[in-house]
């Protein structure tokens, strides 16, 4: 139900668009805020703060059916949902549940998660903005990166340093900000290969004063909130690349039925019909390690690891599935005129975004060490 529901939609609203907005870099606001009404983004949330009251799984199918019509968009949901409108849930207080999440779920407002900054990537805790309590307030002072919706959200998750005396990952916390706080200031929108329309900002802060009712859980515990978030979506992650390899698939098996080479169509040939046959079968097992990863997330089961190996494998094996589906199409895949050059674009964010390919399998190895 869920996934035809959105299927639909994402073939009638977004992939007309998804062409002419990657060219362009128009960020789709207004197909947000359609999701928004119609329940989309507040699917794994309860309906005390305006959610559909489902779950994860259900959240990872919506997320690979928008991704195989648009790309951009749908990182642009994972973001917000995933990574701003979670932690406050997860770790906000009642007051601010009430206060920011009606608006994040109904798409009245745009969210933003603020941790990656220039010389702090992979290694989070190395982060150098600064929070520091005044009175009822917390000033925050300096630039993060890489913020997806950052020109355009009213929601920012950020997190500063609060505390140089400790270990760095015991020194971070968190903070709900707002767009019209005095001292936040938005810079230019980057110029990506890829997911170009999905809006990516230099967010900074200049002695922007935060109340101190806007910490987000408990003072120094940051770092582990970021983890923990990050971990969740992860899955988000792997479901968009499942999304896009099965559009390249999708494409490239179509366009080998039309495409005729020495008397026959290409789908008749061998080479052809491995390159389809890898494909079908990866995406596959990909997809199955997403919902795996999800359903251990909903029984409150331990998912780190599986949601590792699902992002690693999905990402990773997107990029090859592109790749194919370009080679199918020869030197057509090469041109704009046909999306799979753009499925590849997008696809490549994948293997990079909420965690690096080569972080996942430090965090598999990790937990594989654990167990045995």
């Known amino acids: 139900m869920i996934r035809d529901t959105v299927r639909e939609f994402a073939k009638k609203e977004l992939e007309p668009q998804a062409a002419e907005i990657d060219q362009t870099m128009e960020f789709p606001a207004a197909a947000l805020r359609q999701m928004g009404e119609l329940g989309f983004l507040g699917i794994p949330f309860p309906s005390a703060y305006g959610g559909g009251d489902l779950d994860t799984v259900s959240f990872v199918l919506m997320i690979e059916e928008l991704a195989g019509a648009c790309g951009a968009t749908t990182l642009s949901v994972a973001a917000h949902c995933s990574l701003c409108a979670t932690p406050i849930y997860l770790f906000g207080s009642e007051a601010q549940k009430q206060k920011y999440l009606p608006d994040l779920l109904s798409g009245r407002k745009f969210g933003s998660f ?194 590792a190996m699902a992002k690693l494998f999905a990402s990773e094996m997107a990029m090859r599935a592109c790749t194919k589906a370009i080679q199918i199409f020869g030197g057509y895949g090469y041109l704009m005129d046909y999306p799979v050059e753009r499925y590849w674009r997008d696809a490549k964010l994948t293997e990079i975004g909420e965690g690096t390919s080569e972080v996942q399998r430090m965090i598999i190895s990790r937990e594989v060490l654990k167990e045995w």
């Open 114 to 307: 603020c941790l990656t900054e220039p010389h702090s990537g992979s290694d989070a805790a190395a982060l150098t903005t600064t929070a520091t309590r005044q009175g009822d307030h917390y000033v925050l002072n300096g630039s993060k990166m890489y913020v997806t919706n950052g020109g355009y959200a009213g929601t920012y998750v950020v997190f500063a340093r609060t505390n140089n005396e400790v270990a760095k990952t015991q020194g971070i916390s968190a903070f709900i900000v707002e767009r019209e706080f005095p001292g936040l200031l938005i810079g230019k929108k980057e110029n990506k290969l890829g997911l170009r329309a999905s809006d990516t900002r230099q967010i900074s802060f200049d002695s922007c004063r935060v109340p101190a009712a806007n910490l987000l859980g408990r003072e120094n515990d940051g770092f582990k909130y970021a983890m923990q978030i990050l971990d969740g979506g992860r899955i988000g992650i792997g479901a968009m690349a499942v999304g896009l390899a099965q559009a390249a698939l999708e494409r490239a098996a179509a366009y080998s039925r039309e495409r005729k080479a020495f008397g026959k169509t290409i789908s008749e040939f061998q080479a052809i019909r491995w390159y389809l046959a890898d494909m079908a079968t990866e995406i596959h097992a990909a997809r199955l390690m997403v919902q795996h990863a999800a359903q251990l997330r909903d029984a409150g089961q331990p998912f780190v690891k599986e949601a």
